[in-house]
């Protein structure tokens, strides 16, 4: 059975750090890309950033571009996202997606975790 489970969100202030993490089961993660997404209320889900299979190139939303960094370890089917300096802005539900394609489309995903809520005061 498929599952794919985001943790390490939290409540903090501005300028703190959270990792995040997520983790697959039921399938092999190096197959896929993998996608984070982000969701504050009132808004649609927007892209945040992707990593290729093996973790050798990755890309960013410009917003978060220089404060987050997506990495991934294969052997424990696990990609993570690392969030420095964060801002209020960035409050929203974070989620990960495993797609075939690289894409920043949210629709081209095949495999999504519930999310986990990055809670940012000012």
């Known amino acids: 059975q498929v599952h794919v489970v985001e943790s390490g969100g939290g409540f903090v202030q501005a300028g703190a750090s959270l990792r995040l993490s997520c983790v697959a089961s039921?399938?092999?993660?190096?197959?896929?890309?993998v996608g984070w997404f982000r969701q504050a209320p009132g808004k649609e889900r927007e892209f945040v950033a992707i990593i290729t299979k093996i973790g050798d190139d990755a890309d960013y939303a410009d917003s978060v571009r220089g404060r987050f960094t997506i990495s991934r370890d294969n052997a424990k089917n696990t990609v993570y996202l690392q969030m420095n300096n964060l801002k209020p802005e960035d409050t929203a539900v974070y989620s990960c997606?495993?797609?075939?394609?690289?894409?920043?489309?949210?629709?081209?995903?095949?495999?999504w975790g519930q999310g986990t809520q990055v809670t940012v005061s000012s």
């Open positions: 997606a495993a797609g075939p394609t690289y894409d920043t489309d949210s629709r081209k995903y095949n495999f």
């Open positions: 039921g399938f092999t993660l190096r197959w896929f890309y």
